[in-house]
């Protein structure tokens, strides 16, 4: 179902939601790969760009989640834990944990070299 490699990274100046980021650069998934977004207000568009995507059920005060919902919203979740997992492990550098204060223009270059040294790692270990 899924390999856990980070197929790719984008970046830009200043502060950009991250979906935001994803609609300019206009990246295009195979309609085949499964987009997941979390639970964010700001991914309600996704569908729309991707047909093949899954975003959770919102549940409000007039209406509540139905039975079938809550099911469903569990199952992305659990799909969705890997994608966090992954985070996990490249919080372990530090360049997504804290504030980066070195040179600006590297930060780019250094992330995707973080991520083809995680690729690598989970070729080795053959994860």
Same mark, same amino acid.
């Given at each position: 179902m899924t390999t856990g490699n980070i197929l790719s990274v984008t970046f830009c100046v200043g502060r950009k939601h991250d /979906?935001?980021? /994803? %609609?300019? @650069?206009? /990246?295009? &998934? !195979?309609?085949? $790969?499964? &987009?997941?977004? $979390? #639970?964010?207000?700001?991914?309600?568009? $996704? #569908? +729309? *760009?991707? !047909?093949n995507s899954q975003t959770p059920a919102? +549940? @409000?005060?007039?209406? !509540?989640?139905? +039975?079938?919902? %809550?099911?469903?919203n569990q @199952?992305?979740?659990? %799909?969705?834990i890997l994608i966090e997992h992954i985070f996990r492990r490249l919080k372990v550098f530090r360049i997504l944990n804290e504030r980066y204060r070195k040179r600006r223009?590297?930060?780019?270059?250094? /992330?995707? &070299? *973080? #991520?083809a040294v995680y690729?690598?790692? &989970? %070729? *080795? $270990?053959g994860k």
């Open positions: /979906f935001q980021l /994803f %609609k300019e @650069t206009g /990246f295009s &998934l !195979p309609p085949h $790969v499964l &987009l997941l977004a $979390v #639970a964010d207000a700001g991914y309600q568009g $996704v #569908a +729309k *760009i991707h !047909p919102k +549940k @409000t005060k007039l209406h !509540p989640l139905n +039975k079938e919902q %809550k099911v469903s @199952t992305l979740s659990r %799909k969705r223009k590297r930060f780019g270059l250094r /992330f995707s &070299l *973080i #991520a690729n690598m790692e &989970l %070729k *080795i $270990v």
